[in-house]
């Protein structure tokens, strides 16, 4: 059974920083692409990033309103898929769910989400 | 940047109706369309994917059709637990962008 877990969520100030991680099960992680999706309260699902698994060169990319403030990465030999969150601003607030992606490139399985709250 | 757009935004329905969700994408997408449906306070679930396929585990009420820019959703005989927000997703180049969600409820 896929299982996805998301931790370090919590409430940070404008311009903090905060690194979310995704510890991954029930599948073989090292060959799956990962992504991240988030979700403000009572709003949509938006897509912040993805990245390929290292055998397809492991790269990234991002939405328009997180780049260069956001860094997905992939430590395989712990199953584990990180979100480093940097320059945060209050519009940052939502849940942040990690998920697998599969067969053109759906996003399949989902974390249960952690939340982030920007607020000083 | 693909936009999704989603109509209707939502509806009311009866327990047994067929119910249509329509998404139209700003560029020809393929068939790189996936449906997600979210109950409150849950992550969402993928239904479909590469606009026809149904995901394993999900009931055969639920199909997806369509191709290049238009595609829909459609529930066959709406249950009880089919209650909830429906998003399509296009898969097709990045940003993987959502549509704005239709919310189906109780009429």
């Known amino acids: 059974e896929v299982q996805l877990v998301e931790s370090g969520g919590g409430l940070v100030k404008p311009g903090g920083s905060l690194r979310l991680s995704c510890a991954a099960s029930?599948?073989?992680?090292?060959?799956?692409?990962m992504s991240w999706v988030r979700q403000a309260p009572g709003k949509g699902l938006e897509w912040v990033g993805r990245?390929?698994?290292?055998?397809?060169?492991?790269?990234?990319d991002y939405a328009a309103p997180v780049k260069g403030r956001f860094t997905i990465s992939r430590d395989d030999s712990k199953n584990t898929l990180y979100l480093l969150l940097n320059s945060l601003k209050t519009e940052d607030t939502a849940v942040y769910y990690c998920?697998?992606?599969?067969?053109?490139?759906?996003?399949?399985?989902w974390g249960q989400g952690t939340l982030v709250t920007v607020s000083s | 940047d693909i936009q999704m757009t989603q109509s209707p935004s939502s509806l009311s329905a009866s327990v047994g109706d067929r119910v249509t969700i329509t998404c139209r994408a700003t560029?020809?997408?393929?068939?790189?369309l996936n449906w997600h449906q979210q109950k409150p306070g849950k992550a969402p679930k993928l239904l479909i994917y590469a606009a026809s396929s149904l995901q394993s585990g999900v009931p055969s009420r639920f199909s997806g059709s369509g191709s290049g820019t238009d595609f829909t959703l459609t529930i066959s005989s709406l249950q009880p637990e089919d209650f909830a927000t429906y998003y399509c997703?296009?898969?097709?180049?990045?940003?993987?962008?959502f549509g704005p969600g239709t919310k189906v409820d109780i009429k």
């Open positions: 998920t697998t992606m599969g067969i053109a490139a759906a996003v399949v399985y």
């Open positions: 990245i390929k698994s290292r055998t397809d060169g492991g790269t990234t």
């Open positions: 997703q296009q898969s097709y180049s990045t940003p993987f962008t």
């Open positions: 560029q020809s997408i393929s068939i790189y």
């Open positions: 029930g599948f073989t992680f090292s060959n799956a692409w």
